[in-house]
Nanobody, 126 residues
Framework: QVQLVESGGGSVQAGGSLRLSCVASRYTYRNYCMGWFRQAPGKEREGVAAKDRYGSTSYADSVKGRFTISQDNAKNTLYLQLNSLKPEDTALYYC????????????????????WGQGTQVTVSS
């Protein structure tokens, strides 16, 4: 069973920063396509960033230059650094993993992902 545990959400003012964390098992972390998604009330879920098993990353156009996906191999943890936050970034952010996608297939448009965390709320006020 793949378990993903997110943390790090919170409330910030526009222009602020947050760092989200997603802890996974070592096997998941090293071998799965992993991604960050978000869903705002009344909107469809959106792929934000993804990392394939080789470390290649991709980002949605809406967050390029502001969000960065990174990893800590020693902690089996995937991070999403959120900088220059805007009110429109307000959403429930999820970490997801799937073994089926690799290389160029592992990006923010890969759908669906099989395993999901519980989500962490990010709220940005103007």
């Amino acid at each position: 069973q793949v378990q993903l545990v997110e943390s790090g959400g919170g409330s910030v003012q526009a222009g602020g920063s947050l760092r989200l964390s997603c802890v996974a098992s070592r096997y998941t972390y090293r071998n799965y396509c992993m991604g960050w998604f978000r869903q705002a009330p009344g909107k469809e879920r959106e792929g934000v960033a993804a990392k394939d098993r080789y470390g290649s990353t991709s980002y949605a156009d809406s967050v390029k230059g502001r969000f960065t996906i990174s990893q800590d191999n020693a902690k089996n943890t995937l991070y999403l650094q959120l900088n220059s936050l805007k009110p429109e970034d307000t959403a429930l952010y999820y970490c997801a993993a799937d073994l089926r996608y690799s290389g160029a297939d592992c990006d923010t448009t890969a759908n669906p992902f099989t395993y999901w965390g519980q989500g962490t709320q990010v709220t940005v006020s103007s």
